[in-house]
DNA sequence: CCCTTAGGTTGACAGATCTCGAAGCAGGCG
DNA sequence: CGCCTGCTTCGAGATCTGTCAACCTAAGGG
């Protein structure tokens, strides 16, 4: 696996859900990008306390003391999910707030939809 | 992270949309493993192949010439979906045939959906 | 029986990941 | 200005992961 950021990142890469139409592999890498930065308790935990924020937002100031880890793990673990797309930050004064990334998340939920109209 | 399997495993464990409340500590680790699972390429492929397969189900035969990896490759990457829970197999005389687990992947999906009813 | 084929298991190795402590940068306060 | 607080970045260590080659088991055919 290579460290490469992927440039593609649209929120709509693919939205054919799973069990009706084969994901090509150019939309694998992409798609499994933010699977994979959900594939970590404290990042699923973040991203759920992100985006279920009142306001939509949450300051890391209100994340960090949530886990029983260090303020750089947090901030790393905020990052790969800025990576994958899934959050965006944004400075304000002295603390920085996060928030999802709504159509990001849309898009994967829709592909792992199974038969909605079975 | 320990290497543990998870005990828990049920399709329903936690369904309420992340964007709604956040996931508690436990389920967190237990939809982790799930995403995680998905979080490569290959095994996004493998799972949309054999959900999206003719009659639900597909035969390893099928899938692993569909990768430039070995057979030993595919058949680990087979077994960290067996063992996320996502997939159930089934040998049947000489081949091995896999498929879905539709109710895990409605949770996930459901876990990711967000706002329902905006 | 022996052999061939389909898959899975084991062992090993390079590369990635999680975590921390130390250091750096930005913004507010005395 | 000088310092303190909040957050990120850097560097390092232990662990985990993806991949392969080699080997093993199961099922079917001479």
Redesign the interface.
Known sequence: MSKQTLTVLEPDVCCAP??????P?EA??D???S???????????L???I??ADGGEACVCDLTPAFDLTGPTISHHLKVLREAGLVESDRRGTWVWYR?N?PR??A????????PAA
């Open positions: 799973l069990a009706t139409s084969a994901v592999a694998a890498a798609l499994a990008a699977f994979k930065a959900l594939g970590d308790p404290v990042r699923l935990q991203m759920s306390m985006a279920s999802a709504r998340l849309a994967l939920s829709a592909l792992l939809d199974v038969a």
